[in-house]
Every structure is written in C-alpha cells, then in structure tokens.
C-alpha cells in the first residue's frame, strides 16, 4: 500500500510539473519593422492573423508580446512597446477574445537578437516577438 501512495504522489508532483511547463509561453513567430517605424506589412498582418487563429484553437489564456528596436532608432522604448501594442491590436481585431491576457512589453534595445554598436541599423534588432 504505501508502494502506491509514493507512487500516486509521484506521478500527481510529474503531472503538476508537466502541466506548469506547458503553461510558460513560448515565442511562435517574430515579426520585424523598418527603422523608426511600427508600421507591419500585408505579409506580417497574416502571420498574426494565422497566430491570433492558433491562440484561439490552442485555448491559451495568455500571449506575451515584446517589442524591440535597433540601436538607431529614435525613442526606442516607446517605439518598441508601440510595436508590440501595433501586434496586439491586430490579433484583438482577428478575434482574440478578451478572456485572453495580451501582455505588451516594450523592451527598447536592452535585448537584441544582434549586438552592436550604438547608432547601428539592424533589421534582426527592429522586431516584436510572440509567445504563447
């Protein structure tokens, strides 16, 4: 008997965990943008259409979406929340219920996909990331 209450103890601790994991999003696509712009192209507005369509079937609870920017581009704090607002409105307007939490950051330049020097466009840097 106590066999199988260690072992129901164990395998209910792996199904918590299993379940914990499965909960911390993960990034499904990153969308990028041309300097000091938030501007998202015909292109990009169908890969969040296609992500907003899979938040929805997926039945996730939460969608973490960060802006980023390069190091030349103005006000790269405000620019890159304002591009990861510019994502979330859309998966919003293609159906994301309100029940979903979007999560908008803005993460400026402090976590570039390619390092550089000050004042440097790179297209990989000027981007938004989402996670689901």
Known sequence: MRLLTCLAVAVASALTLASAEAKEPWV????????????IGVVAREI???LAEEVIKEGATRVVIVGHCDTADKA???????????????????????NVVIEVV???????????????????????????
């Open 76 to 98: 790269p704090t405000l620019l890159s929340r304002y591009r990861a607002k510019g994502v979330a409105d859309i998966m919003r307007a293609k159906g994301v219920p309100q």
């Open 28 to 39: 499904r696509n990153t969308i990028y943008f041309d300097p000091d712009t938030v501007t």
């Open 48 to 50: 969040i259409s296609d």
């Open 106 to 132: 803005g993460a400026g330049t402090s976590t570039p996909a390619v390092k550089t020097a000050p004042n440097i466009h790179e297209p990989h840097n000027r981007r938004a990331t989402i996670a689901f």
